[in-house]
């Protein structure tokens, strides 16, 4: 075991899967010399050389179109798009071509491709370098969308995603890089994309949330002199939706908590599932704390923006008290 | 000090065989023996009636909406003709020609357009890409195609097609950017045929070639006489030795024309004179390689008599194949969403004709 941060754990991953499948390639911007923005590429270029670790032309709708290319070819390619605010350019990429051509061809052609993404706010960085686009993503059918929020979980994570036969969008909360370390194993493991983990047993209420915001949700639960339970989706598609009814069904009552904007947002989905799945169930409408149908600010007020523990801890108790 | 020039151009354009049939024998010496020049000959034709064909299964309701590849077909076919069996083709939806020389099925293309994915399921050993329907993508996938054979140490190379309006997107620029700067085996073919729908090439490139636009990433270019099979061969030879052998990208640009409109649901009479397209009528592929075939006298009109009845049975027996395929599963319309199915997926799949409720698990029933 080592005591690794979420930048390191993700390393280790990188490491075991580029040693283990000769296939697994990175490529993007600066994830070469420079060892990525976030350093989370970090010595790989040394380690597996220029063939292996690639630095490419500063264009995303490239990088993903080439990985497409190698994919098809059979290749397992890992590019980084450099920041959430920087999938724009390759979304046509993305969702015309990575997410449909094992439908398109029957399955003649399929896309082994993990596309790794900084994601989401708090750590005071310009515009576009901020944002939380996992909705648009997972609305997208034929693309897997996960965002591990600690250290363990992103490492078997990423190996699970590197050996996924489809594409996945590999979300990595920025807020968390370096927050905190935990044991993180050094033998390779995988932990299956699509299940949820509870974080904290509890019989009162449930809170559900993903990425950065469940630091934010422990913190509120920490406080709460009530019995909450805290399931952190990691996988927003395809999402966990059997632990979702196990836990509301225990609990009656549901706070959804997302960085990103509200209207259309993950956690109406969450919320439409309980309707269906649960309702009679139900002690109290299911709540929502998320960011706002608005820009996300620059950062002087970006933590307004985001769910805090204050605003995650009202939830709760409007659910409760309801 | 004085102003210096610092860089001087030369675009290079290929003909080998003209309109009128004239033959350069020495440019094309060696390029193409001719009994494959018949066999040539023979597979434009064959695709010429296929699209005369798909033409009339549209404007029948038996086929959906369908482009036809009418006056391109030296363009693809060349390049297949000169290409390695293993070699990506890398196409978008006018290259049919080169398609088939490669053994792809006619009803494969016939079915894609009849609304049926089993057209693209097209089997690896072609080693040719799905139609592709957004333009301009496909040549960042050549791109990737080719860096894997160069990663993997093989000496595949890939050959991407695309259209005049194509290298107004972005993706045709981070495509040959890519290639070039990461010394990817890609043949860049450009089937110039002046028209993108209603868009003249003017609008797409001011520039007097389209060619130019491949020296701008760093890459040799050459402009070819798209209705010569010729010379488009004698370009994607030179351009596929280099990619093979340097692993250095090509661009070049097929001066080509589209006959017919963009596709069944155009009509080109609303934005182009008739008077072009007579001119160009005259300059079709087909015309010349038959003057050039009979003046050596591999093909007179018997000939010519005997290959159309053969084509005839060919054409009506991949658009039966096409026609008498089992429907599809209604289930495929989940089944290949992703290698496995998830729960929910699955779900949605064998719930997809009734009320999601109505299976639903037992803790809720219909009538509360």
Sequence with gaps: ?322 | MPIKSILKLEIERVSILDEHGNYDEKLGAGLIPDADLVKLYEAMSSCRYLDEVAFKLQRSGRMGTYPQNMGQEATSLAAAYVLNKDDWMVTCYRENCGLFWRGVPMESILLHWMGDERGNAMPRPHHATPIAVPIGTQMLHAAGLAWASKYRGEKQIACTFFGDGATSEGDFHEAANFAANLDLPVVFCCQNNFWAISVPGKIQCSAPTVAQRGIAYGMPVVQVDGNDIFACAYAVKQAAARAREESRPTFIEMVTYRLADHTTADDARRYRDQSEVDVWKERDPLLRTRKLLERKKLWDSSREEAMQARIVVEVSAAVARAEDIVAPQVSDVFNYTFAELSVDLAHQRDTMQTHSLASDAPAVTKGH
């Design chain 1, 1 to 322: 075991m080592a005591n690794l941060n979420l930048v390191q754990a993700i390393n280790l991953a990188l490491i075991q899967e580029m040693e283990r499948d000769e296939r697994v390639l990175l490529l993007g911007e600066d994830v070469g010399v420079n060892g990525g923005v976030f350093r989370v590429t970090e010595g790989l270029h040394k380690r597996f050389g220029a063939r292996r670790v690639v630095d490419t032309p500063l264009a995303e709708s490239g990088i993903i179109g080439t990985s497409i290319g190698l994919a098809m070819a059979g290749l397992r390619p890992i590019p980084e798009i450099q920041f959430d605010g920087f999938l724009g350019p390759a979304y046509d990429q993305i969702c015309s071509h990575a997410a449909r051509m094992r439908t398109r061809t029957r399955g003649a052609f399929t896309i082994p491709l993990t596309i790794r993404v900084p994601v989401g706010g708090g750590i005071h960085a310009p515009e576009l370098h901020s944002d939380s686009p996992e909705t648009i993503y997972s609305h997208q059918p034929g693309l897997k969308v996960v965002m591990p929020s600690s250290p363990y979980d992103a490492k078997g994570l990423l190996i699970s995603a590197i050996r996924d036969p489809d594409p996945v969008i590999f979300f990595e909360p920025k807020r968390v890089y370096r927050a905190y370390r935990e044991e993180v194993p050094e033998d390779e493991y995988t932990i299956p994309i699509g299940k949820a983990r509870v974080v904290c047993d509890g019989t009162d209420l449930t809170v559900i949330s993903w990425g950065a915001s469940v630091l934010q949700c422990m913190e509120s639960i920490e406080k709460s002199s009530r019995s909450i339970e805290l399931i952190d989706l990691r996988t927003i598609y395809p999402m966990d939706l059997d632990a979702i009814e196990t836990s509301v069904k225990k609990t009656g009552r549901c706070v959804v908590v997302h960085e990103a904007p509200r209207t259309g947002g993950m956690g109406a989905e969450v919320a439409a599932q309980i309707m269906e799945r649960c309702f009679l169930y139900l002690e109290a409408p299911v709540q929502r704390v998320t960011g706002f149908d608005t820009i996300m600010p620059y950062y002087k007020l970006e933590l307004n923006y985001m769910p805090d523990p204050a605003r995650i801890s009202n939830a709760i108790d409007a659910a409760l008290c309801y």
